[in-house]
């Protein structure tokens, strides 16, 4: 039973435009939210996190925001770039603990 | 700076034998945990040591374990090893436990084969 799901397996967006990427959750314990971006032959390198106290945070081109009524979240990268091109994992967590992971979308920003 | 390294790379074992990964957190990083990536899925969480104690433990069965080393480098071991092992075996970092919402670092992973 997959609680953290990311049901789009992958998305190709052009560049300089806004990438959506979204994440679902069935857990309503989880408190703690995080996108991870991995590029291929390398571990995941952490994104940006947000705290279930809050519905939005932004770093740079990335802001995640967090629904937990629907218990939905979304990372928006705008705008995109080339380099941003990789499999992006939302993960959640209850209390910091037992960090579970979605199975990842594929980006492809075009040029 | 380093970052997390993890030994092997590469693995290639067959049904039944037993396997040791190795990780190395960032210097000044204290708790260590390992994940299982199967191909199309995301990390897996298996166990997390902090302080050469372990501090979570997820679903798997009881041919894993690992330990910490007063370093606070860890291995893990896999025995009988089963063809649905196969994965990439992640390695994280953090400078305290999970439950303190540290930020954890990935090692690159060791992708294990089994045959």
């Known amino acids: 039973d997959q609680q953290v799901k990311q049901n789009s397996p992958s998305l190709s967006v052009q560049e300089g435009r806004i990438s959506i990427l979204n994440c679902d959750y069935t857990?309503?314990?989880?408190?703690?939210f995080l996108w991870y971006k991995k590029y291929p032959a390398e571990g995941p390198t952490f994104l940006i996190s947000i705290s279930s106290i809050k519905d939005k945070n932004e770093d740079g081109r990335f802001t995640v925001f967090l629904n937990k009524s629907a218990k939905h979240l979304s990372l928006h990268i705008v705008p995109s770039q080339p380099g941003d091109s990789a499999v992006y994992f939302c993960a959640a967590s209850n209390y910091g603990q037992n960090f579970v992971f979605g199975p990842g979308t594929r980006l492809s920003v075009l040029p | 700076d380093a970052g997390v390294t993890q030994s092997p790379t590469h693995l290639i074992k067959t049904r039944g034998q037993h396997v040791t990964l190795r990780c190395s957190p960032i210097s000044g990083h204290k708790s260590v945990s390992w994940y299982q990536q199967v191909l199309g899925q995301g990390p897996q969480f298996i166990f997390q040591y902090y302080e050469k104690e372990e501090r979570g433990r997820g679903n798997f069965p009881d041919r894993f374990s690992a330990r910490q080393f007063p370093n606070y480098s860890s291995e893990l071991n896999v025995n009988a090893l089963l063809l649905g092992d196969s994965a990439l075996y992640l390695c994280?970092?953090?400078?305290?436990?999970?439950?303190?919402?540290?930020?954890?670092?990935f090692g690159p992973g060791t992708r294990l084969t089994v045959l």
């Open positions: 994280a970092s953090s400078l305290g436990p999970q439950s303190s919402y540290n930020e954890q670092f």
């Open positions: 857990n309503s314990m989880f408190d703690y």
